[in-house]
């Protein structure tokens, strides 16, 4: 539990702050902080089967990993089942306890329950996780996306957050409380088409805490507009909501679609921030903004504004209503009114049913009031108004150079680079640049992204300019140091930048500083200057080097600085790590069009730590570096588009990470891959020789690959393009060999040729061919069921029993049936009287003649060598050269076969084919085979070939 202390102590400042309206996934967790949740999870839920009791905080943790699973790992698939897989357990014991220890943590804690109509315990988990990884956490980026085009058109200020998330939370209440689980069954009409793709889960979260979750939207939308700026500089937002918007993105289309293209390509539009009065000698100025509005499904989209002074109606006017993303929103107007109206408000209502909107009381009403006291005790409102308006208008813009002059600009014309003052700054704001206010004067460095706000309007620098890049030739794109959970450029070799200094700028008025280290103009000309570039705006590209005071396998920090007029203002500043001699290098490759990570360099690679899947765009690992593992965080969208192929002997010697089963490739694991990609080769080989084989039959084919082998190979190549040709040379040539009877292949490779004689031998019907056929089933042990091949005595057989069929009783009694009665009697007498072991010999010969007496057929003497032979082979298995009567024999063999297992059985056949082998009489040898052929199809038994005689 100690290593878990930090994040239940940033859930307990949660819980203090939100108390029953804490919302556990807003807190922020590290890859491997959610890895040892992860372990401990499994280690409770492992031990419970033993100890069947849950300790408070053994069930806060399965609750806090149920939502880190779902912020971090949940696809989309049935949660429960993906839960269980993740960790290798069954599912309904991982649901039972996770709702067990559920029941405990959210009542010992006060979190909140999401009590709907289904899936309460899964909805709650996806409620506290506000955004999941699945599909609909893309669906809410979607949205937060539309709303930033549509509603907020490009623009994001906080007057428009504070309009709009009140209104969010009025939707929301209206939407969470229908009977749907998610509302998506409606048209695709815009609007309700939109609100239909938020998660009900995602809304519970936004009505229990609108506050937090509101923080979480600022964010995003403002991470919207820092993307459309196209600025480099970092923006400060949670790095799982960053990656789960880059990785929406990508999977969707950068969400470009019919509905958004227009918007997306429309520039931002700029619009009053908020309501205001403006006073004039003559005339009261009302300014009224945009203001978001909601309708009901069937309900027209009108609108009036109203306007009092005090409580009486100057005007009523209707507003222009336009469609947004998740709504509707009005225009602005600008209205003028008498000088006498002084105090002004108006409200925004829906004219039918009478529906207050918006009251302007608070905003203006009151102010107003506040005002009249203050004019009481002027000359008139108006003498104040004017001293405003000349207060305002002495406020100046200055761009300043380096010799000291003073350039009258406007905030309207800011660029990235300049120095600015701004005198006297009266209420003017200056964000996200750096700033120093000295006496009646206001200094900045304007930046990108750097917003000015006058109180009446908010100015941004729309126009984002790189300031400083270092060499790609140092640069690692694809790779990131991660240390003390912050991530840093890798820089390697000599490192080299460039920094844009604006026209009339130049080295006289920088000065830089690498880490401890401070460098003025002079010494950057004489240490570090390796290049001056002019561009064609007449701003200069000045190409340095740092060949000093660099820490080695550490974080760096260079930082940039701008002196004018006794002011020095912060540039630029970059925190990289430095490793001169970086020799780690991985890329992205692909095998059978599936994409891995191929490590170069396995020595660097600390295998004691796993390589982890932080999303679809990001892998961590760690390599050896003095005391402590550095983990490195690898981006694969950085890394080279184009994905080398390997080849399959690659595959098997190179170390390699398969991004979408999130493992590494072990020997097991690559084993498993290439016998299925053998499988596959084999396949298409079996289906061109059955393409070659209708064409020409399976005895052309044979002469034709024994008379020329390489042409046929070729042949196999040029046609089988998709088939490694290392594979086609590895199987034909072991059929080559084999049709020789010889096997010279091994492994899987042997059971594929062994597919290829089978094809030849079931269509082979030459007695040129057979020979090769033979030679191949014998060399393999491949049973075949030829009748050519059983009748040819050359070919010495032997039987054996599948082992789906050992000890199993056999049934011969289709054979038997097949005998003539008299036959059956015949043979069933001389078999039982062969088969009394103990019975003497002049017993013996009485018996025969008994016997001889009934049947006359044969003299005794015959009859006796039968029972005689008979007894031989079961006594002590063999068999003389030669057998009276092979049919009879067989006959009585048949009685034998009924009464033992198929395993005995086979066992004196084999001992009856030695006596065919020496080919003694060639017509009871043909007689004895085809019995033992009969006997051993009726039984199941596989038939070998065992050699040429």
């Not at 004489?526 to 000093?548: C, H, P, R, T, W």
């Not at 999303?615 to 402590?628: F, G, V």
């Not at 020979?771 to 042990?781: F, G, N, P, S, T």
């Amino acid at each position: 539990m100690d290593t878990l202390t930090p994040i239940f102590e940033r859930i307990k400042r949660k819980e203090t702050r939100y108390k029953e309206k804490t919302l556990v996934g807003l807190i922020d967790v590290t890859p491997e902080e959610y890895a040892l949740v992860e372990k401990q999870a499994k280690d409770i839920m492992v031990s419970y089967k033993n100890h069947p009791y849950l300790y408070h905080i053994q069930s806060d943790i399965l609750s806090l990993y149920a939502i880190l699973f779902d912020m971090y790992e949940y696809t989309g698939e049935r949660f429960w089942e993906s839960l269980a897989v993740r960790l290798g357990l069954d599912e309904k014991y991982v649901r039972d306890i996770t709702v067990e220890a559920m029941k405990i943590s959210y009542e010992n804690r006060c979190w909140s329950f999401y009590q709907t109509t289904r899936n309460e315990y899964v909805e709650t988990i996806r409620m506290h996780g506000v955004i999941g990884n699945d599909s609909s956490g893309d669906k809410i980026i979607y949205v937060l996306y539309v709303i930033y085009l549509k509603d907020f058109e490009k623009e994001v200020t906080k007057e428009k957050l504070d309009l709009f998330f009140p209104y969010l939370r009025k939707i929301f209440r209206k939407y969470e409380g229908s009977v749907e689980e998610n509302a998506t069954n409606y048209e695709l009409n815009g609007i309700a088409y939109i609100r239909g793709q938020i998660p009900k889960s995602f809304m519970h979260a936004y009505l229990l805490n609108p506050s937090a979750v509101a923080t979480v939207l600022r964010k995003i939308f403002n991470y919207f507009e820092w993307m459309e700026s196209g600025n480099n500089e970092p923006i400060k937002i949670n790095e799982r909501f960053e990656n789960k918007i880059r990785d929406s993105l990508k999977r969707n289309n950068g969400f470009e679609n019919e509905y958004t293209r227009a918007y997306i390509l429309k520039k931002p539009k700029q619009m009053p921030l908020k309501d205001r009065i403006e006073y004039q000698r003559r005339a009261v100025h009302l300014h009224v903004p945009t203001h978001f509005i909601d309708f009901q499904p069937n309900e027209e989209p009108n609108v009036v504004l109203n306007v009092f002074n005090f409580q009486h109606k100057l005007k009523t006017i209707q507003l222009n209503i336009s469609m947004g993303g998740i709504g509707w929103k009005s225009e602005p107007v600008d209205l003028t009114f008498g000088a006498k109206h002084k105090n002004l408000r108006y409200t925004i209502e829906k004219p039918t049913t009478k529906e207050k909107i918006f009251d302007s009381q608070k905003e203006l009403y009151e102010e107003t009031i506040k005002e009249s006291k203050a004019v009481k005790s002027k000359e008139s409102s108006l003498v104040k108004a004017k001293e405003e308006e000349i207060a305002s208008v002495k406020t100046s813009v200055f761009t300043l150079h380096p010799n000291g002059e003073r350039v009258e600009s406007s905030l309207a014309e800011l660029k990235p680079g300049y120095v600015y003052e701004i005198s006297p700054p009266n209420r003017v704001g200056v964000e996200k640049a750096d700033q120093k206010k000295i006496k009646e004067s206001l200094f900045f460095l304007a930046m990108n992204r750097t917003e000015i706000n006058d109180g009446k309007m908010k100015y941004n620098i729309k126009s984002p300019k790189t300031m400083i890049a270092f060499s790609n030739n140092q640069y690692i794109p694809e790779m990131t140091a991660y240390i003390n959970d912050t991530s840093y450029s890798i820089l390697t070799g000599t490192v080299r930048f460039g920094i844009v200094m604006r026209f009339p700028y130049s080295l006289n008025e920088l000065q830089l500083k690498v880490n401890d280290e401070t460098y003025d103009g002079l010494t950057i000309r004489k240490k570090m200057l390796k290049e001056v570039k002019l561009l064609n705006n007449g701003d200069f590209i000045y190409v340095m080097e740092i060949s000093e005071g660099l820490k080695k396998q550490s974080v760096n920090m260079l930082q940039a600085f701008i002196n004018i007029k006794g002011v020095q203002l912060k540039y630029v500043q970059q925190r990289f790590y430095y490793d001169p001699e970086w020799s780690f290098s991985c890329q992205q490759v692909q095998f059978l069009n599936k994409e891995y990570v191929q490590i170069d360099s396995i020595s660097r690679l600390d295998r004691s730590k796993k390589i982890t899947k932080i999303d679809d765009t990001k892998l961590s690992l760690y390599l050896k570096h003095q005391k402590e593992s550095l983990q490195v965080i690898l981006n694969l969208g950085k890394m080279n588009k184009e994905k080398k192929k390997i080849a399959i002997r690659e595959f098997e010697n190179t170390y390699l990470y398969d991004i979408q089963a999130k493992q590494t490739m072990m020997g097991d694991d690559k084993e498993k891959v290439i016998h299925q990609l053998y499988a596959c080769w084999s396949e298409d080989i079996k289906k061109f020789v059955g393409v070659l084989l209708k064409e020409s039959g399976a005895d052309s084919f044979i002469q034709n690959f024994t008379n020329d082998y390489l042409g046929f190979k070729d042949t196999f190549i040029g046609c089988l393009q998709e088939v490694d040709e290392g594979f086609i040379d590895c199987i034909l040539s072991g059929l080559r060999d084999a049709l020789v009877g010889k096997i010279t292949v091994k492994g899987a490779h042997k059971k594929y040729v062994a597919e290829l004689i089978r094809i030849l031998a079931a269509q082979q019907t030459e007695p040129t061919t057979q020979r090769y056929i033979v030679e191949a089933l014998r060399a393999y042990q491949i049973p075949f069921k030829d009748d050519a091949l059983y009748g040819n005595i050359d070919n010495a057989l032997y039987y054996g029993v599948p082992e789906s069929a050992v000890m199993a009783s056999p049934v011969v009694g289709k054979l038997l049936d097949a005998v003539s009665q008299e036959n059956q009697i015949l043979s069933l007498k001389l078999y039982k009287l062969a088969t009394k072991f103990q019975l003497s010999e002049m017993d013996t010969i009485t018996a025969v003649k008994n016997i001889q007496v009934a049947y006359p057929d044969k003299d005794s003497m015959s009859y006796y060598e039968l029972v005689l032979s008979f007894k031989n082979l079961m006594m002590e298995k063999s068999l003389p050269n030669g057998i009276v009567d092979s049919q009879l024999f067989m006959y009585m063999f048949y009685h034998f076969a009924t009464e033992y297992n198929k395993e005995i059985v086979c066992d004196f056949m084999n001992e009856i084919e030695k006596l065919i082998d020496k080919k003694m009489n060639e017509q009871e040898d043909i007689i004895m085979r085809k019995q033992l052929v009969l006997l051993a199809k009726n039984l199941g038994l596989d038939i070998f070939i065992k050699n040429r005689v």
